[in-house]
Structures are given as C-alpha cells and as structure tokens.
C-alpha cells in the first residue's frame, strides 16, 4: 500500500500547554513544525486546569524559589530528581512573566499585580507557614494558558494537524527516531511524518481508571507508542488521587476551594484533617488527603445513604468570593453534583488525577536511555515533555499547580535543546523500508479480526481491573491478583474486534487504538506497583506501610516487552544548590 510521506524539522505529538510551548520557540526560530492533536488544540485537557501555576512571585506573602524547590522534593517523598527541580523552580518566575508578556489574562491583586493564591504543600521558609505560590486567572487557569499559547502559535505559523492521530514511533536500525506514522480520524488515512526531531507531548493517561478526572482523549498514547518501540516507562506506580473528584462523576473540584478557605467534614461535621495533619490541615499534600479520605470512608465516617463520600464546604466564603475566584467551580457542582455550592457542601470522593509516572527524560526534555551512566545517554531525535514525560519533578507526589509550571519550564527547554541539536545534525535520516509496517499490520488486524471481543467490554474489564487492584491503598494479595487479572485483560485488548464496521468504523478503530496504549499503561502500573515494597507518596502498601529509603530510593522502569522491571537511582544532587536529603515527611 502506498503511504503518503511528509517532512517536517518538528513533529510534536500534543497540543497541550507543554506541546505548544515548545512549538512556539521551535516556529518563533523559523523551523518547519507540525504539530498533532486527536482534538483541536484548545480542548486538550490542559484547558480544564483550574487552580494555578506555581512560582515564588511572593506578590502575597514573601518567597523564595529555594523554598519552593524543597517543598517540591518534599512533596515528591524525595523521589524527584533534585538537579530538575532546581531547573524547574528556578525558573518559574520568569515563565510566568513570559506568559503575561504573552498575553495570559491573569486575574491581579489591588496593586495590578498578578494574583497568587495558596495550595497544598506550599511553605515559607523551608517547611515554616503556607506559602501564597499559586498564579491564579480566576479557577480557569489552564484556559487563559491554553488559549494564549495557541494564539501565539497561529501568529508563528505552526502548522496544525488537528484531529490526527499518532500510531507509532518510527526507530531505525541504530535506534534513533526518525518520526511517527499517524492517522487522519475523519477519513481514517494512514500517514508517515518524517522529522528531524519528534518530540511527544500526548498528556496524562487517566483514563486508566473508572473514577477520574480526566478528559476521554487521556488515554497515554505517547506512552503507548514509546513502549512498543522498547523504550521503558518510569515510575509507572505513582498515581495522584485528587482528593475532591465529584462523587460518583469524577469531575474535578480544585484543590483552590481549600486554597481560598474550603474544608472537608465526615458525617459527624468533623474537619477531620485537623487530625491527620495539624499543621497544614486540608492543605496538607494530595496523597495525605487522600488517604485521610478513604480511611474515615473505611471506618464509617462516611457521609449519604451509603456513606461512601464526604463533603467539601464552603458556603462560609459568602457569594463574593465564590462567584468571583470560584465560577467555574459553582458552576462544576450545581450540573454535576445538583447543588449551589453558595448554600451547601460539595459530595466529593478520591478520584485518579495525575500520571507521576511517564517516558523517562532529562531536564532538556531529551528521551534518555537507562544505561545508568551519567550523565545518561540519549536517543538520537526523541524528546518528551509535559504529563507524558518523567523528568521526574514531581517524584512520588505532585503539589497542586505545579504540573502548568513542569509543562512550560520543559515545553520551553525542549524548544531550545532541538534548536541546538538540529544545528548539529540539520539533515533528515533515510526512512527505513519498513518504517509504517508495525503500524498497518495493527491496523489490519483489527480490520480483519473475527469473532473478537467488544472494545467497550475490554476497556470496561481494563478500568474495573485498576479500580479494584491499585487504587489509594494497595495489598500484596490483590496486586498479585491484579497482575494476573491485568494480562488476561491484555490477552483480551489483542484479540478485540471492531463490530458493524459499515457504522462506526472509525470511531471504533480509534478506540481500539486508544485501548493498546492503555494496557501498556496499566500493565506498567500494576506490575511496578506490586513489586515496590514500601509506600512512598501516592503509593500506599498495606504490607509495607514506612517508606524505606535503604532498599527503595530509586526509579522504577517497566519494559513491555518482557515485562521486565529494572531500576535507577534518584538523583539527589541538585545543580548548584545543597541536596535536601530525605526526613520523614508530616505535614
Ligand atoms: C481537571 C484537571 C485540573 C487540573 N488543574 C491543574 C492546575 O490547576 N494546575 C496544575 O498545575 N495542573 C493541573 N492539572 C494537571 C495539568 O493540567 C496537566 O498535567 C497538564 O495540563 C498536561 O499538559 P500536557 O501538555 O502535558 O498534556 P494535555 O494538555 O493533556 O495535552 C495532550 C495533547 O496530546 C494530544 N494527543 C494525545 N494522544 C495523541 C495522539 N495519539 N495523537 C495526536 N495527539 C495526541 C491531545 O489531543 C492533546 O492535544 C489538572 C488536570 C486536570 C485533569
């Protein structure tokens, strides 16, 4: 079959703030970039942050980037790597100033300048009072991001593929990357983008479970791609559980309700997290929420008839506040939860958040290889950045509102790292002969497949399987289970087939194709989850409830091919700053 060909220097897979941060400085530089998206660029997930991006402006309470680094590897359970987190919180400032500069309407204090708001984990001082980090434009924060980046790209000609999607990573015989072969949803063409550098952008894959608070299109596509052309996924058992998801819909309520006064009360109207962090309160990490959460739900605290929720309050704010921090929030609960939030507490469980884990890359977002030299080798072309990456800024645990902050600092330093290496290496590889045949055999098997399972009951297996198994607190006999269950699903997810074709070919092909990428992702997950025996931020083992740094301060990485696992070490020296070694971490 003839395959049509296009070259480009760039080809990012993403649209979201990371992707389109780096296509800016890649257009503004006068390359050729393409940049593709399953949905037109402002609807990727990054349009539903709501709360802020974290950077020491102190513009309300004094700060300090050094203070937000250590809070940063605190929160991260000392799992992140210290070098990328001074890399990250140096600059956080000054890409906030460039996304005003940009345009972005963020909301402003009497003094006109730019709003910040308190979240989860921030300190003054090294682990003193709450610190006031988070930029805020009102609980919109990722629409005002979004919107401004694309902008900005239109003027810089980026050129768009919207509603195309990427199959697989072309690799060839030395292994370097030399572009994707990608599928037009609508007509349902098959096409190959050459390039001079390929850079992965596709966001979380939330959608691994059930409950969460992700968009459909989370699916960890890039994940997906990268396991199949054996590149390993890290710290794949690190999942962030947002503690206020609407119960039973998922649907985010910002963690900016705590930040502007909200509290959480178990059926007795008790501000329970008084008593599991005194300090910090409801503003303690995601993970200690969480947990906190789930165990008064266990012990009966619970509230409604089936007392499987709690309640998030904040009708104490007085409408002002509310309807002018917090609209999109009101808006969230009265369709999603059928309530005014002016008058009555919110119903809100755990809900799946945020990928920790992802492609493993180095603070110039280049694709890195777990040969564990040092610094660690490259593959030649690859690049990733944002939620689909793993740099590992956020370790164990990710604080509230620093994932906008990740998404621009390393959008940006993969703009600037491509640059320079296409100076270097400015001529196009040859394409091997094969370069679409991984991709068309897939496609022709799912074309083909008789007497299949259905795609929805597989995924509906897939979800109920990472519900059940790995959720915020985990046991050695399910997780075992739970690696069994996880491979037949993946038996399953080969064997689906694509029902009345004459009807809903594409759609379902697309789903399908989304569902391959999720198996990588959940396999990753289960495996990893049950071989660490320790609880470190979001991973809690009831067998193993300390953290244990002698045997466990490393990175996870999760092989597809073999389901192998195989480790490397955190690194705990930052760039130019003293290491924060690891404390035990209350809050
Ligand atoms: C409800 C919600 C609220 C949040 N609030 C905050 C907050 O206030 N502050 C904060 O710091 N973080 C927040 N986060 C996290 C943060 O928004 C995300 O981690 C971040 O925006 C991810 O950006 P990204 O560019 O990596 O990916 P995304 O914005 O998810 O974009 C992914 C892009 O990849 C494309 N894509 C995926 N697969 C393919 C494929 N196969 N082919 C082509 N294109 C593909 C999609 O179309 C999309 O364009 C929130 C997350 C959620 C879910």
């Not at 079959?1 to 296009?6: N, P, S, Y």
């Not at 390039?195 to 989370?218: C, D, E, Y």
């Not at 990472?466 to 075992?480: E, I, P, Q, S």
Request: proline fraction near 4%; charged fraction near 25%.
């Amino acid at each position: 079959m003839a395959i049509t060909k296009r070259k480009f220097d760039v080809v990012i897979v993403g649209s979201g703030g990371a992707g389109m941060r780096a296509a800016l400085q890649l257009s503004e530089a006068g390359l050729k970039v393409a940049v593709l998206s399953k949905v037109f660029p402002t609807r990727s997930h990054t349009v539903s942050a709501q709360g802020g991006i974290a950077a020491a402006l102190g513009n309300v309470t004094e700060d300090n980037w050094h203070w937000h680094m250590y809070d940063t590897v605190k929160g991260s359970d000392y799992l992140g790597d210290q070098d990328a987190i001074e890399f990250m919180c140096r600059q956080a400032n000054e890409v906030v100033y460039e996304l005003e500069h940009f345009g972005m309407p963020f909301d402003r204090l009497d003094n006109g300048k730019i709003y910040q708001r308190p979240f989860g984990g921030q300190s003054q001082n090294f682990g003193g009072a709450q610190a006031t980090r988070s930029c805020a434009s009102a609980d919109r924060t990722g629409h005002a991001m979004l919107h401004t980046l694309y902008q900005r790209n239109v003027s810089a000609n980026t050129q768009f593929f919207i509603e195309w999607m990427g199959l697989d990573l072309i690799r060839d015989q030395q292994g370097d990357v030399l572009g994707v072969t990608a599928l037009e949803m609508e007509t349902g063409e098959i096409m190959i983008l050459q390039a001079k550098a390929t850079l992965f952008a596709t966001g979380g894959g939330g959608r691994i479970f059930q409950a969460s608070t992700n968009a459909f299109i989370n699916t960890g596509d890039g994940l997906g791609m990268a396991a199949r052309a054996d590149i390993p996924l890290q710290d794949m058992e690190f999942w962030q559980f947002h503690p206020t998801g609407v119960h039973s819909v998922g649907v985010l309520i910002s963690e900016a309700v705590r930040g502007e006064g909200g509290y959480l009360l178990n059926t007795n109207g008790e501000r329970f997290m008084e008593r599991y962090a005194p300090n910090a309160k409801d503003l303690a990490s995601r993970d200690v929420v969480s947990r906190a959460m789930t165990i008064e739900i266990k012990e009966g605290r619970g509230c409604g008839k089936n007392a499987d929720h709690l309640l998030l309050k904040l009708d104490h704010l007085g409408s002002d506040v509310i309807l002018s921090k917090l609209p999109g929030i009101r808006e969230l609960a009265r369709k999603f939860a059928r309530i005014d939030p002016i008058n009555e507490p919110i119903p809100v469980v755990p809900t799946a958040h945020y990928m920790m884990g992802g492609i493993p890359t180095n603070r110039h977002s280049q694709v890195v290889m777990p040969y564990k030299t040092s610094p660690e080798e490259v593959v030649t072309g690859f690049y990733a950045v944002g939620e689909c990456a793993c740099v590992s800024v956020h370790g164990a645990n990710r604080l509230g509102t620093n994932s906008l902050l990740d998404i621009v600092v390393f959008g940006r330093s993969a703009g600037i790292q491509i640059i320079k290496d296409l100076k270097k290496n400015p001529h196009h590889k040859p394409l091997p002969q094969d370069a679409a045949d991984k991709t068309l055999a897939r496609i022709s098997r799912l074309d083909n497949q008789k007497n299949g399972e259905s795609i929805a009951s597989v995924g509906h297996e897939l979800h109920k399987t990472m519900d059940n198994y790995c959720g915020v607190f985990r046991f050695a006999d399910t997780l075992a289970q739970g690696v069994t269950k996880i491979n037949q699903v993946a038996e399953q997810v080969s064997n689906t087939e694509i029902k009345d074709k004459s009807k809903v070919f594409n759609t379902a092909r697309i789903e399908a194709l989304e569902l391959e990428n999720l198996i990588e992702l959940a396999m990753a997950t289960m495996i990893s989850a049950e071989a660490r025996n320790e609880s470190r931020g979001a991973h809690a083992r009831d067998d193993f409830p300390e953290r244990d740094d002698n045997n466990w301060l490393k990175h996870t990485l999760f092989f597809s091919k073999d389901k192998r696992l195989d480790y490397k070490p955190v690194r705990l020296k930052p760039l130019t700053v003293a290491s924060f070694p690891p404390k035990p971490r209350t809050y």
